[in-house]
């Protein structure tokens, strides 16, 4: 059986048609394997890794991560202070 890692499943020709007939675009780098290459962005490519990473250090912080709090708007004001502490530079 055949394992599928991350790079398999974003760069499938079937997963990038629904998106382009749904008006988006395929963000993530193509294969170096493929058979037939793809265009990409590199500068949307770039954004989205530093989004991708501010989510990663989002998730550091426990609070966060595990989810504590019951309620909706809690989690959201959480969510909101790691915001302006990691946009402030001070964590």
Do not use: C, Q
């Amino acid at each position: 059986m055949k394992r599928y890692d991350a790079n398999d499943a974003n760069d499938a020709n079937a997963i990038i048609s629904v998106l382009g007939d749904a008006g988006g675009m395929a963000v993530t780098l193509p294969k170096k394997n493929r058979i037939e290459n793809r265009e990409y962005d590199k500068r949307l490519y770039k954004l989205r890794y530093l989004v991708e990473n501010e989510f990663l250090r989002m998730k550091e912080w426990r609070g966060s991560a595990a989810r504590y709090v019951k309620n909706a708007s809690s989690f959201i004001a959480i969510v909101h202070r790691r915001s302006m502490l990691m946009w402030a530079k001070l964590i």
